[in-house]
């Protein structure tokens, strides 16, 4: 994340999302979640999270994180459709918050199980 906050690039935000491979999330509801993301056959990390939030794991474009973070307007977010009508811009918030990126109403921070304040 210094490396972010010093110099938000996209190449900057994907390490924070490489570094955070695995580490649990709560979506706006409060639903626990987390994401892998796997190597190609040139040994490289493919641009796709695939999210483990049920039985059938989803996959989440890389392309939508970066449409996400540039509709990312004020510091509050009220709810995930304020990203945009992105697919799966409901991992797409938790991810968000849990990185700093956005902060998110009170009453959400409880159902997201933190109730610390953010620095954004």
Partial sequence: MKRWRAD???????????????????????????????????????????????????SLAWSSIVLALGNIKGEVVERPKALGDIRGVTYIYGMFYRFGLIDVPDE???KMGCTKDRKK
């Fill in 108 to 110: 959400v921070k409880e």
């Fill in 8 to 58: 938000p690039t996209e190449e900057n935000l994907w390490g924070v999302v490489l570094a955070y491979a695995g580490v649990k999330f709560k979506t706006y509801s409060g639903l626990p979640f987390s994401y892998e993301i796997k190597k190609g056959r040139n040994g490289e990390y493919t641009r796709e999270l695939w999210i483990d939030r049920r039985e059938k794991s989803k």
